[in-house]
């Protein structure tokens, strides 16, 4: 026995060690006190409306990938909240489901019926996908981002495929909410096959407009779903450093009227280096201290660009720092810096992982933003880590060329958790301690496939791009598609646990965006989970004893005159009772296939109802900077920036949502 044991020490000693180091990596289990927090969830399951195609399970693919047809056939599904029938807040779904690649727009649960009358708002309808100069059993629906991006006072809708380029369907006159009430709209002349997987809306160039970012996927021109095709298929050719993607493009807004919106291409803002990668999500916010003065001066010239953080597929992520000027976008790449202590793959910029989604939100209280970052971490498997890049309290080192970010996963707990998609901030205890949320799941099946993966990537990556070198991942394959999603909820030190398992609510499921909103007026963020090959989910916030929240419906002047549009990138501050900064975002879109809605929140704690809370809010417009404070009380308000007065908002259905709101300072 002893000799057998002295032939395998050092391998006893290896495993146990890692073990050891695994097992003390593992968040700990939340204590009584956490499992009585009060949080909780109300499930429904979204039906799609029937749009005449078959429900499946799997895509027909181009043949050189049929044989891993259930690989490319893992995303797709998304999902947006938004104020779609004009309700006065985000009570409208548009689901992106592959079932049967429908874009539907529907009612959330719950909010169905108008409440003054007791009547259907609108029925749950499809939007077609135009297919004018392309096949349309090639297409497919993979996001959608709801916005303005006409500025006539209507929300519109943009829709991102594989197999062609983006279209922005318009709201039109008709009154009735259906299909008919939007008119699609090609936003790139040319037919041309991108395979898009990310969108986001983002002033890029600081002239007071939204602009338009893609991120793609398989190359450009590229048939992924053409099972006739006879072109040659290309694959990443490498799991690390792959730069053979389709191009990530900037569409910068020129102009537009209440029929319709034109936009140039400024791609040629992204280098190859910035712009060639896998992309799966993208974010945008001011990060570089714009916004941020010390002694009296600010740490660069006032303009309030905000930064593009890519999450690329099989290699490394960009952040990219703007250095735009109006029609003039430009940016530079910026990496963190590598500590003595710190693995290569764990700096900013550096990592040779699997990017899947992102997000900025608070996790210090100091004002700047942190960066979560999904990737693949999923044990016995594939185990990469996620990211959670935290400021260093530098921000001077953007000028000598450094982001001043530096990875707490592994200390907070967010390391690890399994093959994740969207991640999204979230207040949703109105805590003022943003919890975060985690699309979990690969492919679901009986046989698992992850033996035939590590060999796959332990090989020659020169072999990566040729098809016929991979093994089979099809239908009734396993990959990572047992598991359950996420809710992280930070305790008092700031480390992040798991409670889903908690909360009833389901697993073995394969997800892929989150949206978040504030659904029915009273302060507590629903959420929407879009889900791969099953149905997608709503739930609603029915947590008891929570905080209080400050909702703002931020909103700026409109193109058409008398109108007004959300005040997409305008950035909100306020100072918490414990003395905390807490900022918020007007977003465009940021993350993978969940799209959040346009509207800042701050979750403060048990604050008083009548609680007076100064918010900072600044915005850019064609004339540079501009700054408001408001004074107001926890609930929900509509502000429309540069107006002397807050407005009514509509519909809130509780009455402490409805609290005091005046403007106390307007400046530039």
């Known amino acids: ?37 009060g949080l909780s969830f109300k499930r429904d399951y979204l039906v799609t409306p029937d749009n005449g195609k078959r429900m499946r399970q799997i895509r027909e693919v181009h043949p050189s990938v049929r044989h891993i047809d259930a690989w490319i056939s893992s995303v797709g599904a998304g999902v947006a909240l938004a104020d779609i029938a004009d309700l006065g807040r985000p009570a409208d779904i548009c689901l992106v489901d592959p079932r049967n690649d429908s874009i539907s727009i529907l009612p959330a649960p719950g909010t169905e019926l108008l409440p003054e009358t007791g009547k259907p708002r609108y029925l749950p309808f499809f939007l077609p996908t135009p297919s004018e100069g392309y096949d349309p059993a090639t297409l497919a629906p993979m996001g959608c981002l709801a916005a303005d991006v006409n500025e006539d006072g209507r929300m519109d809708l943009i829709v991102y495929y594989w197999g062609r380029t983006p279209i922005v369907f318009l709201r039109n006159d008709e009154q009735a909410l259906t299909s008919a009430a939007f008119t699609p709209i090609e936003i790139v002349p040319d037919r041309e096959i991108w395979n898009t997987n990310a969108a986001i809306l983002a002033d890029v160039d600081g002239d007071g407009h939204p602009d338009l970012i893609f991120g793609n996927y398989f190359r450009d021109g590229e048939r992924v779903l053409d099972p006739r095709a006879t072109t040659h298929f290309e694959m990443q050719h490498s799991m690390s450093r792959a730069d053979n993607a389709g191009r990530t493009r900037l569409l910068r807004w020129k102009a537009s009227d209440a029929r319709t919106v034109n936009y140039e291409d400024a791609s040629y803002a992204f280098t190859p280096e910035m712009g060639n990668g896998w992309t799966l999500a993208l974010a945008a916010r001011d990060l570089d201290g714009d916004l941020i003065k010390i002694g009296g001066s600010s740490l660069a010239p006032h303009r309030h660009l905000p930064e593009i953080y890519v999450a690329n597929d099989f290699g490394p992520d960009r952040l990219l720092l703007n250095r735009s000027k109006p029609g003039e976008p430009r940016f530079e790449i910026v990496e963190g810096q590598r500590g003595p202590t710190d693995p290569r793959s764990k700096v900013l910029g550096r990592d040779s992982f699997k990017g899947m989604g992102v997000d900025f939100g608070d996790v210090k209280g100091d004002g700047h933003a942190a960066i979560a970052v999904s990737n693949i971490s999923s044990p016995y498997a594939l185990l990469e880590s996620h990211f959670l890049f935290v400021h260093t309290g530098d921000p001077w080192s953007w000028n000598r060329g450094i982001a001043p970010y530096r990875d707490e996963s592994f200390a907070r707990g967010t390391w690890t958790s399994n093959w994740a998609w969207d991640i999204k901030f979230a207040d949703i205890l109105n805590s003022g301690h943003p919890s975060l949320l985690q699309a979990i799941g690969f492919i679901r099946g009986e046989r698992n496939r992850w033996p035939e993966l590590q060999e796959l990537a332990m090989g020659n990556d020169e072999l990566l791009s040729h098809p016929a070198a991979w093994p089979r991942f099809s239908a009734g394959d396993e990959l990572s598609g047992r598991d359950h999603d996420r809710i992280f909820v930070p305790d008092a030190s700031g480390v992040f646990k798991d409670v889903w398992p908690l909360l009833d609510l389901d697993r073995d499921t394969a997800s892929r965006g989150i949206a978040t909103g504030d659904v029915f007026g009273d302060g507590r963020l629903a959420v929407v989970i879009a889900r791969q090959w099953s149905p997608s989910v709503f739930l609603r916030n029915t947590s008891t004893g929570v905080g209080r929240a400050i909702v703002i419906d931020a909103q700026v002047q409109g193109v058409v005159p008398g109108t007004i549009r959300a005040a997409i990138g305008a950035e909100a501050r306020l100072k918490l009772p414990d003395g905390r900064i807490a900022t918020s975002v007007v977003d465009g879109g940021s993350g993978h296939g969940g799209k959040r809605a346009a509207e800042i929140h701050f979750g403060v704690g048990q604050a008083l109802e009548n609680e007076l809370f100064k918010v900072q809010i600044t915005w850019r417009t064609k004339d540079g900077e501009q700054e408001q404070i408001f004074e107001v009380t926890p609930g929900r308000h509509q502000v429309v920036l540069g107006e002397t007065e807050c407005r009514t908002p509509r519909h809130a259905l509780d009455k402490e949502m409805k609290g005091l709101c005046r403007v106390v300072h307007i400046g530039q």
């Open 1 to 37: 026995m002893m000799g057998v044991f002295r032939l395998h020490a050092a391998k006893i000693a290896t495993t146990s060690i890692v073990v050891a180091l695994y097992v003390l990596a593992q968040p700990r289990d939340i204590s009584a006190q956490d499992r009585k927090a």
